[in-house]
């Protein structure tokens, strides 16, 4: 009995070892550009900091279908997991209906590197209608477009390891004019019209 308890102690204490060298290995900032987005992403929180997108206005030519988030394998991101049986929606940042030009540019915004911890409510209500005034915008000149997570002190944490942004913003920036909106949400079911969201862009 006591060499049990003396074994299961080691394995405890190399079980534990081996938990502290994954999370030394976790990455602050990881920057990933692919042919529809450019991503600052933290392994530690398992979600995006930043994101750059552009809208332009590309025809539709594919559905969704079935198509779901997957891993990438070079990169420790958020799953299935942090997502199951809560109100966090596995939300887009550069928007899958933006990018339905081609299967393969819709797949790359299935990537969980492209998605955050984003209320229910907020993502299928005013960040979804803000989503779908850009394409309205981008038939008269392209968007360049930076999204960004933040976290506030308290900010949750869940058991599954991914940490929950408190608020998330848009910059819009119109290439051919020069100006630029931005949108400020907090990560929670809207009190209001996104329209009321937007505070003061500096270019």
Same mark, same amino acid.
């Given at each position: 009995?006591?060499?049990?308890?003396?074994?299961?102690?080691?394995?405890?204490?190399?079980?534990?070892?081996?938990?502290?060298?994954?999370?030394?290995?976790?990455?602050?900032?990881?920057?990933?550009?692919?042919?529809?987005?450019?991503?600052?992403?933290?392994?530690?929180?398992?979600?995006?900091?930043?994101?750059?997108?552009?809208?332009?206005?590309?025809?539709?030519?594919?559905?969704?279908?079935?198509?779901?988030?997957?891993?990438?394998?070079?990169?420790?991101?958020?799953?299935?997991?942090?997502?199951?049986? +809560?109100?966090?929606?596995?939300?887009?940042?550069?928007?899958?209906?933006?990018?339905?030009?081609?299967?393969? +540019?819709?797949?790359?915004?299935?990537?969980?590197?492209?998605?955050?911890?984003?209320?229910?409510?907020?993502?299928?209500?005013?960040?979804?209608?803000?989503?779908?005034?850009?394409?309205?915008?981008?038939?008269?000149?392209?968007?360049?477009?930076?999204?960004?997570?933040?976290?506030?002190?308290?900010?949750?944490?869940?058991?599954?390891?991914?940490?929950?942004?408190?608020?998330?913003?848009?910059?819009?920036?119109?290439?051919?004019?020069?100006?630029?909106?931005?949108?400020?949400?907090?990560?929670?079911?809207?009190?209001?019209?996104?329209?009321?969201?937007?505070?003061?862009?500096?270019?």
């Amino acid at each position: 009995m006591k060499l049990f308890k003396i074994l299961l102690l080691s394995c405890i204490m190399f079980g534990c070892e081996a938990e502290q060298i994954v999370a030394q290995d976790l990455r602050e900032e990881v920057i990933v550009e692919n042919q529809v987005f450019k991503v600052w992403y933290n392994e530690v929180k398992e979600q995006p900091v930043k994101l750059i997108y552009t809208s332009t206005n590309r025809p539709k030519n594919v559905d969704r279908g079935s198509m779901n988030f997957y891993k990438e394998s070079d990169y420790h991101t958020s799953d299935n997991a942090d997502y199951y049986a +809560n109100v966090w929606d596995k939300g887009h940042l550069a928007p899958a209906a933006t990018y339905s030009d081609s299967k393969e +540019n819709l797949r790359q915004t299935f990537s969980f590197l492209n998605c955050a911890l984003q209320d229910q409510y907020l993502n299928r209500g005013e960040w979804r209608l803000l989503e779908e005034q850009e394409r309205e915008w981008d038939d008269e000149q392209n968007l360049r477009i930076i999204v960004e997570l933040i976290w506030e002190d308290g900010y949750e944490i869940l058991p599954s390891g991914g940490h929950i942004p408190t608020h998330m913003s848009k910059t819009i920036y119109f290439e051919e004019d020069g100006t630029c909106r931005k949108f400020v949400f907090p990560n929670s079911s809207p009190t209001q019209g996104w329209e009321e969201y937007e505070v003061e862009c500096t270019n």
